[in-house]
Structure formats: structure tokens, C-alpha cells
């Protein structure tokens, strides 16, 4: 099985900088991208950005220019900058990770895990 720990959140003001981590372990045959969704009580978890494992990054348009993901394919690991928090930027973020399970000799699987999530709050 994958397990993925994130870190990072907490509360800032308008205006401030946190850094999200995720970190993917366990049976890991093929990592296709890792990234982060987030969610506001009450909506949909939404899209916020993604790193493939060739390095081709992703973004909502809402966070283009404020936030950067980052990742380290051996180790596994994704980060997510965020700069220019705003208060909408408040949610509980996730982190995932799609990889290709090996279920049998030459047979493969695309599989997405999730993290726990953690919570960003912007304050005003």
C-alpha cells in the first residue's frame, strides 16, 4: 500500500507564505505525478496544482503566479509555495499521488492516493 504524510499548514495573514510537503511511501512501482487539491467545507475538492514526473507542472488559474510546486521524483516528495495567501485560499489541502501499481508480470494499474490532508487558514 502508499501512505502520504503532508506537513506545512497552519494559519497565516493576508499576504504571508507557507510551504506544503508531502511525502509518498510504501510499494511504489511507477510515479506518474504527485500534486494538491483543496476543499472549503460544503464545495468539491478543487484542483490546485500538479508536478509529473517529467517535470511538467500544472495550475489553476486562480493560484498561477502566487503558488509553485515542486518535486523530487526519487525521493518521492511534492511541495507546494504558496505566496500571496489570500483569506479564499483557506481550505483543507491535499496532497495525492497517480502511480502505476504492478498487479501482475507485465500488467499495470493507474492508481491516485490521498493524503490526510492538512488545514491553511488566511487570516484578514
Known amino acids: 500500500q502508499v501512505q502520504l504524510v503532508e506537513s506545512g499548514g497552519g494559519l497565516v495573514q493576508t499576504g504571508g507564505t507557507l510551504t506544503l510537503s508531502c511525502a509518498a511511501s510504501?510499494?511504489?512501482?511507477?510515479?506518474?505525478?504527485m500534486g494538491w487539491y483543496r476543499q472549503t467545507p460544503g464545495n468539491q475538492r478543487e484542483f490546485v496544482a500538479y508536478?509529473?514526473?517529467?517535470?511538467?507542472?500544472n495550475y489553476e488559474d486562480s493560484v498561477k503566479g502566487r503558488f509553485t510546486v515542486s518535486g523530487d521524483n526519487a525521493k518521492k516528495t511534492v511541495n507546494l509555495q504558496m505566496n500571496s495567501l489570500k483569506p479564499e485560499d483557506t481550505a483543507v489541502y491535499y496532497c495525492?499521488?497517480?502511480?502505476?501499481?504492478?498487479?501482475?508480470?507485465?500488467?499495470?494499474?493507474?492508481?491516485?492516493?490521498w493524503g490526510q490532508g492538512t488545514q491553511v487558514t488566511v487570516s484578514s
Open positions: 495525492y499521488a497517480e502511480i502505476m501499481d504492478l498487479v501482475s508480470p507485465g500488467r499495470y494499474k493507474r492508481n491516485t492516493y
Open positions: 510504501g510499494t511504489i512501482f511507477s510515479l506518474v505525478a
Open positions: 508536478i509529473t514526473s517529467d517535470d511538467r507542472t
